[in-house]
């Protein structure tokens, strides 16, 4: 067996860029820098462009007295296409009140006199490379808290490791037998791999976390997760988010925007509600996605980007294809692996472990962190369909934690709504076991009755007469249940 492949130290060393029209001064410089950073050599501007648009240079040395242009022009220039380059101009002392004049409008970080000292260079060099990683650690760190969802919000300045516990496919709450088991197995295995990846699922089923769980499990986790909902705005605002746009491209653009796929350059995009695009952007994205590089709003030239998309959607997209309604190349770019997450409703044994967690985190940020449910709150939860799935079932802890006195949550703390259903509420097709995996045998049997207890009234729109005759009870050994469980209080149909 062949030894493995070990990755090269070398390859993980900042890349420096070097423009001097005089040779010898370029190898002296390579000389100097070489054995603390990767090298690339120009000795025209026009070279230097060309390796920045294939390389992601880090610092920028550049001589002032160029042919055809100074080093302050070319610089200014590369501030405005490539922003996140640390520039360094090289003069000698007669040219350093233009470099003066000229430093801000470039973004000089720092400017060398000839004749350099080769350990202070290697000194300024060192700190432009540091200052560039904080940078573009700062840069993902605000643009991930501005994109993510409140939890990750609120740890601030979380590290590597508790982003990959908090987003974890374990941490996803679901009881031992969940049908979610199967699709999270899929998505461990599916993580390492550089594939599309295509999630569908009703609305508030938790795809975003599904999405998150693969950034942090695959090789890209430690660059940005960045995430865009592209049903929540017009496609002239959509284009300029994620592909980013020049000042003065449309009236507004007072200043240059670095779109999300630059920022999430060596990361994850998530693309969530793809379905709802218009046409017209699709072409687009899948511009983006077949050549890896994106234009922005008014800019001249392309920027090659790396970046592995997710994509999100409630709708049926095949069907879409079938209609016209969705670009069927952009389909088959999108959906290399296709992820489904099913409703709440098809998972009722998961209802009460993620209740609990949800019940847990709502009284730690409400200042309620010793709250518990009272014994009839978990058999009205099993008993209801959820169609807002996760997402309505937190709302109506936190409402009801909100609501609560003392340190019990009691049943009457939640909306009508889940304590009665709607009358003529059609029943799901498929409601798992309907059996809680946790608790006591009495609260298991309570929760089971409960649930007959309400679909026996919502199929006969909440006649009591009749449900007692169907059900062998009595009218008030019925009114009894109802109570018990925190269901009366609907008039008879």
Known sequence: MSPP??????DSLPLVLVVDDETRSLDSIRRNLEEDFRILTASS???ARGLLERHEVSVILCDQRMPGTSGVKFLKEVREAWPDTVRIIISGYTDSQDIIAGINDAGIYQY???PWVPDHLLSTVSKAAEARSLQMQTQRLNLELRTSTPVLRRRGTETLATARAAFDFDSLERSENSPLNTVCEMAARVARYDLAVLVTGESGTGKELLARGIHYASPRCERAFVMENCAAMTDTLLESELFGHKRGSFTGAFEDHVGLFQRADGGTIFLDEIGDTSPAFQVKLLRVLQEGEVRPVGASRPVLVDVRVIAATHRDLEQDVRSGRFRE????????ITLSVPPLRERSADILPIADMLLLRAGQELGRSDVRFASDVRANLLAYP??????ELKNEIYRAVALSDGLTVSASSFSNRVLHGQPGMAMPQQRGTGAPQDGSLQERLDAIEAVILRETLLRLRWNKTHAAK???LSRVGLRQKLARFGLEGQVDG
Request: zero cysteines; glycine letters at 10%; hydrophobic letters at 35%.
């Open 386 to 391: 959820w169609p807002g799935n996760i997402r």
């Open 112 to 114: 060398v006199l000839k």
């Open 329 to 336: 190349d952009l389909y088959y770019r999108i959906a290399g």
């Open 470 to 472: 169907e059900l062998g």
């Open 45 to 47: 501007t026009d070279e």
């Open 5 to 10: 492949v070990l990755p090269d130290p070398y």
